[in-house]
């Protein structure tokens, strides 16, 4: 080859090389992707498309990871990541991947415990709905369009702008992305007055497996059932969803009361039990509980917070009728917007609302590293049992752990189980979340809290919901059961895990999966199977 050829030829090849830079990769099924969203789109959609070999894959990809245990260098990670400006991107993209045999994750806040939005064990496709995320409010007829792509936080702040006295039910973490959390029911402060948030969705644009665009009265009534607490990632992807809106009084009264175990505490949350569930449905309540040390003895600390739709003398009424022996007084109340009571409960020191539309705010609640599981319990936990719990808070490696009770009752006991696929209504007391969480790397520590949670777990079996035991599809736990790495299973295997979520709502999951998506496109370690 004469020297002129030879330039000539890397010529090209840089060129080629440039222009269509996955043409490195030597991975068959990315190059069909590739060429497959090319020949669809042979502009616009090469810049939403993010390739291993692409300086902001990696920026790209960890933007919205909130647990590092999912972002190891031994992670999976995405052959590429789609980031859709447009609904024809997405087509595509469910296209392409279905027909080069790709996987295919969906994410929207990237919150999912169990990284299953953006890890996977076979080659995959993340689909990243962060582009999606205007919201729309009518004040007027109190609804809402929310793309899923939207957080929590921005949805809020926008209601807010618009109205005081207007609110959505939904968390407390404002950077849980709206597409998985209205996937798998949310719950949050106004859950006894206005039920879950699926409670309060009233339409949805989605896109199934064929890439037909569908909306309430084009997918039908089951369908609709399924995507308002399925699960994320099992039927096809949820773009935009319309809410009601609720009322909310201008003021709402917050406080927090904290006791210790040498001031009562035992007595009180044992009480507690039997109280949060009956009070009037404008009063939320939490209760946590750690280990602290006080004069260098260890303790627990159990923290009463509460939330109220109205003023302090109302509040200090009412618990005076109900829960007198926490001993409320005026002092201990604080009287904001609802607003301001998101950023109460999720302690966030910046008094600036927009705060909530910081997508990558850390909460000083959340370790980088955690393993969450939850419970749901309907008899008392006699006090005996706290003893006993709280020997176990005092252990070594329990030294992270922490445990919510949040009171049902209210709106969630009215409606029945069967209204949505989100099953854990009438005749729950309040359900528990444990978490352990820490900071650095994956070593020995994070093995000894992993172990320690799920000890913890097994100690818990005769306090909780059993036959099946409870568990929420939004607090995914990989510990009681997954599919197969392709996101396949027997119906045996998924009935395991699919009851403790759905309970018996859990045939109907699998008839509407079926149905929508008989050949299982939509799979991941907890997808919703398809019968066979
Ligand atoms: C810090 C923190 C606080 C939380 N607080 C609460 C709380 O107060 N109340 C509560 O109920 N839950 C809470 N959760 C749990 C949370 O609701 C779930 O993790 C939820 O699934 C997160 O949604 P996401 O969009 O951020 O997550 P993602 O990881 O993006 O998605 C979660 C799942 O849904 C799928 N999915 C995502 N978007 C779509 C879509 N558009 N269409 C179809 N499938 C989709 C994903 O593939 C994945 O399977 C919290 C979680 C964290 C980490
Ligand atoms: C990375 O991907 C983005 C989006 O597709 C594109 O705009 C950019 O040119 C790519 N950069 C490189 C170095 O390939
Ligand atoms: C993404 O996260 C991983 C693991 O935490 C880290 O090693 C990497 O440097 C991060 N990439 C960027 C661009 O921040
Ligand atoms: C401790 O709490 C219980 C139940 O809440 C209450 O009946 C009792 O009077 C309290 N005791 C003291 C010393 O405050
Ligand atoms: C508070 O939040 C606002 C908006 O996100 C930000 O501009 C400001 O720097 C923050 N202030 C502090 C002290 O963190």
């Known amino acids: 080859m004469k020297a002129s050829q030879y330039f ?41 498309i993010y390739t291993q070999n692409n300086a902001s894959y990696s ?49 929207s806040g990237g919150h999912d415990f169990e990284g299953l939005s953006y890890v996977s064990q076979v080659p995959f496709v993340v689909l990243d709905l962060t582009n999606f995320r205007s919201v729309k409010i009518d004040v007027k007829n109190k609804v809402a369009w929310v793309q899923s792509g939207a957080i929590l936080g921005e949805f809020y702040s926008e209601i807010a702008k618009r109205s005081r006295t207007l609110a959505f039910p939904a968390g407390i973490c404002h950077t849980v992305g709206v597409g998985g959390y209205l996937s798998g029911g949310g719950y949050g402060l106004l859950l006894r007055k206005y039920g879950l948030a699926v409670d309060n969705v009233i339409d949805a644009v989605f896109i199934d497996v064929n890439g037909r665009i569908l909306k ?31 009322s909310v009084p201008s003021t709402v009264t917050v406080f927090t009361i904290r006791k210790t175990l040498e001031e009562n505490a035992t007595n009180l949350v044992h009480q507690w039990q039997s109280v949060g569930h009956k009070l009037p449905g404008d009063i939320f309540s939490a209760v946590t509980m750690r280990k602290v040390n006080r004069n260098g003895k260890p303790t627990i600390l159990v923290a009463f917070s509460f939330f109220f739709l109205g003023e302090t003398n109302a509040l200090i009424t009412l618990m005076k009728a109900g829960f007198p022996e926490l ?21 966030i020191q910046n008094k600036s609302i927009d705060v909530l539309l910081d997508r990558s705010y850390k909460s000083p609640l959340n370790a980088p590293w955690f393993k969450t599981k939850l419970d749901y319990v309907k008899n008392p936990i006699p006090k005996a049992g706290f003893e006993k719990i709280w020997s176990k808070l005092y252990e070594e490696d329990a030294e992270t752990a922490a445990m919510a009770f949040i009171a049902y009752g209210g709106k969630m006991a009215e409606i029945p189980e ?32 992993m172990n320690w949670i799920r000890k913890f777990y097994s100690f818990m079996t005769p306090f909780v919901s059993k036959s099946p035991r409870g568990a929420y599809v939004n607090y995914r736990d990989d510990d009681i059961g997954t599919n197969n ?36 496109f939509f799979k991941h370690e907890q997808s919703i199977p398809v019968s066979v």
Not at 14 to 43: E, V
Not at 75 to 93: C, F, G, N, W
Request: glycine content about 8%.
């Open 8 to 48: 000539s030829m890397s010529l090209f090849l840089l060129i080629l090389l440039i222009s269509c830079p996955w043409l490195i990769s030597a991975n068959p099924h990315l190059n069909n992707f590739l060429g497959c969203l090319d020949s669809f789109y042979s502009n616009d959609i090469s810049k939403v």
């Open 59 to 107: 920026s790209v990809l960890n933007a919205t990871i909130q647990n590092l245990r999912f972002s190891t260098p031994t992670t999976s990670k995405p052959l590429v990541i789609v980031t859709p400006l447009q609904t024809s991107h997405i087509q595509a993209t469910i296209r392409c991947s279905r027909t080069n045999g790709l996987n295919l994750r969906i994410r």
């Open 216 to 246: 309430r009265k084009s997918m039908g009534e089951d369908l609709f059932w399924a995507i308002r607490g399925g699960g994320g990632g099992s039927f096809g992807v949820v773009l935009s969803w319309k809410v009601k809106l609720v």
């Open 327 to 347: 001993g409320l007084k005026k002092e201990h109340c604080t009287e904001m917007s609802w607003i301001e009571s998101i950023l109460y409960f999720g302690q």
């Open 418 to 449: 069967s209204a949505t696929p989100f099953p854990h209504r009438d005749g729950n007391l309040y359900h528990i979340a444990y978490t352990v969480g820490w900071d650095g790397e994956e070593n020995t520590k994070s093995q000894r809290y």
């Open 485 to 520: 790495k392709k996101g396949e299973t027997s119906y045996a295997k998924a009935s395991v895990w699919g009851r403790k979520y759905f309970k018996n709502n859990f045939d109907k999951l699998i008839y509407i999966k079926t149905k929508v998506d008989p050949h299982n």
